[in-house]
């Protein structure tokens, strides 16, 4: 069977981002993450995150601590009666890792059309959001539909963040505006 899937950013997109999260205690999820996260699965749509976790390269925290972060999320998702169906993260950042070692970070789709392999996942009919211009690159390079989040950040740190070619196909104010326009969009193109 051929899954459609909604990737996500995971900090600053599912959960607030206070920057470099290696302690579970302090993941903190957006309201709305869950019941967004429940429809689209409800739509048919496989969650998956791509993340960045470059504090494992810049050692300020381990795999282990990324790993445990990951749990919290989907722990506090159960409580609400959904989760996410998989987390693929790069540890890697240029300053401190090869070349090679880098090719899962975003902006490259790397990880993505892993776990589409993995999953057997139809990236013709799936979806990139995030908060972040590499978010959009991410999804630009995989050459699927991309949603830039705004979670609160303003008209002008938004426009500051578009920059030529790189423009996402839907913007959204937060995770449950993004269910509907992909579930809209979703339905309309079919
Ligand atoms: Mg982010």
Do not use: W
């Not at 993941?27 to 976790?53: C, D, H, M, W």
């Not at 989760?83 to 975003?106: L, V």
């Not at 008209?155 to 992909?182: M, R």
Request: a negative charge.
């Amino acid at each position: 069977m051929i899954n459609k899937a909604v990737f996500f950013d995971r900090d600053g997109t599912i959960n607030i981002d206070p920057g470099y999260i290696g302690n579970p205690d302090l993941v903190e999820l957006y309201p709305g993450t869950a019941s967004a996260i429940a429809e689209l699965k409800k739509a048919g749509f496989r969650i998956v995150v791509i993340s960045n976790q470059s504090g494992i390269a810049r050692g300020y925290f381990t795999s282990s601590e990324v790993e445990a972060v990951n749990q919290k999320i989907n722990s506090l998702l159960k409580d609400q009666g959904t989760e996410i169906d998989a987390f693929y993260y790069c540890p890697s950042h240029p300053d401190f890792n090869t070349h090679e070692e880098c090719k899962c970070r975003k902006p490259s789709p790397y990880l993505v059309f892993k776990a589409a392999e993995e999953m057997k996942l139809d990236l013709g009919s799936s979806y990139f959001a995030g908060d972040s211009l590499s978010d959009i690159e991410c999804g630009i390079n995989a050459g699927i539909k991309t949603i830039l989040v705004k979670n609160g950040r303003t008209e002008e740190q938004i426009s500051n963040l578009l920059v030529e070619g790189k423009i996402p196909n839907f913007i959204a104010c937060d995770l449950q505006e993004t269910s509907k326009l992909i579930i809209n969009d979703f339905l309309g193109g079919n």
